[in-house]
């Protein structure tokens, strides 16, 4: 039976190009690919590009509140091998369940690829958290991305004019639109130390191990 996979990384973590590379692999072999991406992704607007600069157009470009369940998408399904979904963060909770659906009821393997946590260290959204709760698999991308430290990066850190922040609405795409954001791949030990050093936590224990030295 088909199944419903969640492939996460932080930011960098190669998962454009991991998709890039499955439609070629299926492709290859004559198999027909759908890929879905959020209409709030406007990087690449109706594509998706890696960072090594290989681009494809997406077969759905899925509009904020929109069903996936509808006669015109379902007869892409239909001849279709495999659904790739590129930013998964961005979908609703409702869309992760009508995925799921998909898959298994027309038996059709449903890939997505993600963050599983926003810029404040907190999981990305009500979506992401469906998909913890229902994927048949869930598994972090081997070519993870790295953090200027060296270590594997787990936190998505926003930077706003050159600052770390922990504030903010949770979707600020950089993509060239909104100026001076950038996101920047973080270990936890960096993600604490460049991000978190002023939260209530690091000041109280920074305190607790002051008053016992
Ligand atoms: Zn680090």
């Excluded at 088909?2 to 299926?26: D, H, P, R, W």
Aim: proline letters at 1%; one cysteine or more.
């Amino acid at each position: 039976m088909a199944e419903m996979v969640f492939k996460y990384s932080a930011m960098n973590g190669g998962k454009t190009l991991n998709i890039l590379q499955t439609a070629y692999n299926y492709e290859e072999n004559n198999f027909k690919v759908i890929i879905i991406k959020s209409i709030k992704d406007t990087k690449g607007r109706n594509n998706i590009i890696s960072r090594n600069g290989m681009k494809r157009a997406v077969d759905i470009l899925l509009k904020d509140e929109e069903s996936l369940l509808k006669e015109k998408y379902y007869k892409k399904y239909y001849t279709a091998k495999v659904i790739l979904v590129d930013e998964v963060e961005l979908l609703n909770e409702k869309q992760i369940r009508e995925l799921w659906t998909i898959s298994h009821l027309i038996n059709i393997p449903v890939i997505c690829y993600g963050l599983k946590s926003n810029f404040k260290g907190e999981i990305f959204d009500k979506g992401i958290s469906q998909i913890f709760a229902i994927a048949d698999i869930i598994e972090e991308i081997g070519s993870s991305s790295l953090c200027r430290c060296g270590k594997k990066a787990i936190f998505n850190a926003r930077k706003v004019n050159g600052k770390y922040t922990d504030n903010g609405p949770t979707i600020m795409i950089d993509d060239g639109m909104v100026k001076d954001i950038e996101y920047v791949p973080l270990c936890s030990d960096c993600y604490l130390k460049y991000v978190k050093i002023n939260s209530i936590e690091v000041k109280k224990l920074t305190n607790l191990v002051d008053k016992i030295k």
